[in-house]
């Protein structure tokens, strides 16, 4: 981090470590905002063959209107149809209509895809993509007196005054941060904290295949198969099949955390080729609970993006100071941190239902949820209504007075006429029941008199 000064030769220099959803983002809104930086991949290709599905809300495809490519994206993908949650062999329990909602709410199709197309739209859409370095794997990070060096395998370097982490849920960078934490102040990184990145409940196989021929699936639909300790993913676009299976077993014992080898990726996928994943296909025929990792990890680029813009869009090379610069970063987590906490937890908890890790969940996931989905999808709603976009670009094709966008301001409106029509409600009732207890007691006179 760099020290106290006022001005600086250079201008202030960002280094991002992973050329994923985050890392392009990154690049995108900081080209946008005119500051100076370089995207570190570790890969020879942008686009790799790995990846799962993904599903973008309004907030983030909002974003990418900003990127200037959201008009691409649905020009290419099919908007969802239809949303299913199954049971263990694959019957139906309920359609789950969340997502059309939102869509027509916030005036934006459902945007349903893999990762690999999603990273290649925002590579493709990025306005200067030299900025993007293939075959560069960070190894370390130092920090000197005027800002910090990255040293990659290849034996290059790059300096800069912030490094910021896009690399992933094995993150390199967290884990040079943690040891430089121990380093310098120990115990100030919680064992605990560190236990959670390395030890999983769950564990997942996720894939992308052709749909098989026989599947009839659909041009875009959603399937859910919920099931004891296992549940099941099936998303249709076009003429591909994303699908994967989130499990709880033996597995999640911490010798075997991080990544899965190839061999026990064979040995659960012949584990679960034969559960039935709709009233026609199975696992097998295939060659994660809904994720909303992506869309919160953008959201959290654009607020930083926001707060360098303010700082240095107007003043690129102005020196700021460790305090001031670790003020931002405060800055940043106290913005991000409510939010990002509320979704790992919802997360969790969906994971759990899910996958009937007690009688309420089982209860809950299979008979009540479809009776209160509606108050679940108002709460995304409002969560994505007030959801951080860029403040200093404008959106180009979406309609920013849908009501989605307003939904929070029109709360105290919607509970007003909430409470006209429960009075409403309420005295209806009264009169209904009143009036038929009449009827029955025979005087039709005063019933008439009611209705009217
Ligand atoms: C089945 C499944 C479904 C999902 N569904 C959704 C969904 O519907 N919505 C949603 O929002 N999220 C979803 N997610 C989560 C989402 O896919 C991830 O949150 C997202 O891909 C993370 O993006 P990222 O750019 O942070 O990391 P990544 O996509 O992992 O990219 C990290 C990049 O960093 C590079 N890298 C790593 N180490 C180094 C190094 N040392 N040096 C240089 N480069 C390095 C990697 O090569 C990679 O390119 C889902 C995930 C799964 C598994």
Request: charged residues 25%.
């Amino acid at each position: 981090m760099a020290d106290k000064d006022s001005t600086s030769p250079k201008p202030f220099r960002v280094i991002v470590i992973g050329a994923g959803i985050v890392g392009l983002s990154l690049s995108h809104a900081l080209q946008l905002a005119n500051i100076e930086h370089v995207v570190l991949e570790k890969h020879d290709k942008i686009v790799s063959i790995k990846g799962a599905a993904l599903i973008v809300w309004p907030a983030v495809a909002r974003i990418f209107d900003q990127f200037g490519i959201l008009d691409r994206i649905t020009k290419t993908t099919a908007p969802v149809e239809n949303s299913y949650k199954r049971w263990p062999d694959g019957s139906l329990i309920c359609r789950d209509d969340t997502m059309q909602t939102v869509s027509r709410l916030f005036k934006i199709p459902s945007i349903l895809f893999d990762r690999q197309t999603c990273v290649s739209h925002l590579y493709e859409g990025l306005p200067d993509k030299s900025k993007i370095h293939t075959s560069r794997r960070l190894e370390r990070i130092e920090q000197t007196d005027t800002g910090v060096r990255v040293h990659l395998a290849d034996g290059s370097i790059e300096e800069g005054d912030m490094v910021i982490g896009a690399d992933g849920v094995h993150s390199h960078v967290r884990k040079l941060m943690w040891d430089y934490a121990d380093k310098f102040e120990p115990g100030s990184i919680p064992e605990i904290d560190k236990e959670v990145m390395s030890f999983g409940e769950y564990r997942g196989l996720f894939g992308v295949s052709t749909a098989p021929d026989n599947a009839q699936l659909g041009n875009s639909n959603t399937h859910m198969i919920l099931g004891q300790d296992v549940t099941m993913l099936l998303f249709s676009q076009m003429d591909k099949a994303m699908w994967g299976v989130t499990f709880k077993d033996e597995f999640q014992k911490a010798e075997h955390k991080g990544k899965a080898t190839e061999a026990e990726i064979e040995a659960v996928a012949e584990r679960f080729a034969d559960l039935p994943m709709t009233n026609n296909i199975t696992l097998g025929d295939m060659t994660a609970d809904l994720g909303m990792g992506a869309n919160i990890a953008v959201e959290s680029a654009i607020h930083l993006c926001n707060i360098l813009h303010r700082e240095f869009a107007s003043n690129p090379t102005r020196r700021i100071s460790t305090p001031d610069l670790a003020a931002l970063f405060a800055e940043y987590q106290a913005g991000r941190y409510a939010r990002a906490k509320e979704y790992v937890e919802t997360s969790g908890k969906l994971t759990r239902m899910n996958s009937h890790q007690s009688y309420f969940d089982h209860f809950f996931a299979g008979y009540l949820h479809k009776y209160i989905m509606q108050s679940g999808g108002k709460a995304l709603i409002e969560s994505l209504s007030v959801a951080p976009k860029l403040d200093y670009a404008p959106t180009r094709t979406i309609d920013e007075s849908a009501e989605g966008w307003h939904w929070m301001e029109t709360q105290e409106m919607r509970k007003g006429k909430k409470g006209v029509w429960f009075k409403y409600m309420v005295l209806t009732s009264i009169v209904g029941v009143t009036a038929a207890y009449m009827a029955r007691a025979g005087l039709p006179a005063l019933l008439m008199q009611l209705n009217v």
